[in-house]
């Protein structure tokens, strides 16, 4: 009867067979997968590390840039007060050289000034002593008169352009008494600085008048001992 039943036949082998090479396929699929993600998650890693790096040096870099750019500017800081230390000095070096030229005019317009007066002094005192020479010519017979007769002596006043005049012979109570004027000839207008003893300074005036006017040196100490006699008595 077992021999008359039918022969089923499941498929089982080729079931195992096929569930067994899915499994396999399975497996390797996972394992390709796991393999997968873990080369993904080693580069990311490395990705990471390497962003992490660059960042590392880029900040580097940044930090060494801002360092430079610090040091820079405090280098166009330090120029630039250098030159303004620079544009100050060359600014007070030109102030002093215009002063040095201002003062420079006026020394050489002082000294133009000076030279003129020196040359203007000059012929003065030529024809000064032109005209005493002349007039010396003129007067040396007289002031022998004078001298001899009338008692003059004529001194020296301590100084270049000054005589003294002393007369005696003008006190007729006491003959020998003395009587002095000095005559200042430094200047174009002749002039007595001091006499003695004290006279009226309008006819001394008056005789001085006289002679700048005339340079006649005669007339003129005839009137001071008149003018020292009235004086006198």
Not at 211 to 223: A, C, H, Q, V
Request: net charge negative.
């Amino acid at each position: 009867m077992a021999d008359s039943l039918p022969n089923i036949n499941f498929g089982f082998d080729d079931l195992r067979e096929s569930m067994a090479r899915f499994t396999d396929r399975f497996d390797e699929f996972i394992a390709k997968g796991r393999k997968r993600v873990l080369e993904e998650k080693n580069q990311f890693r490395i990705n990471v590390a390497e962003l992490q790096e660059d960042q590392r040096m880029k900040a580097k870099d940044i930090e060494i840039l801002t360092q430079k750019s610090s040091h820079h500017a405090a280098a166009l800081a330090a120029q630039e007060a250098e030159t303004a230390d620079m544009q100050s000095a060359i600014a007070a070096i030109a102030h002093q050289r215009d002063q040095h030229a201002q003062h420079r005019d006026h020394l050489r317009s002082e000294i133009a000034t000076y030279n003129k007066q020196i040359s203007q002094r000059k012929a003065a005192q030529a024809q000064h002593a032109k005209e005493m020479e002349s007039q010396s010519r003129l007067n040396t017979p007289e002031l022998d008169f004078w001298e001899t007769y009338l008692g003059l002596r004529i001194e020296g006043a301590g100084q270049a352009d000054r005589l003294k005049f002393v007369f005696t012979n003008v006190d007729e109570r006491e003959w020998d008494n003395e009587t002095w004027f000095e005559l200042d000839t430094s200047k174009r207008e002749y002039s007595v600085v001091g006499c003695r003893p004290k006279v009226e300074d309008s006819d001394v005036e008056a005789c001085l008048e006289r002679l700048n006017e005339s340079r006649d040196i005669g007339p003129f100490l005839k009137g001071m001992r008149e003018v020292f006699s009235r004086a006198m008595k």
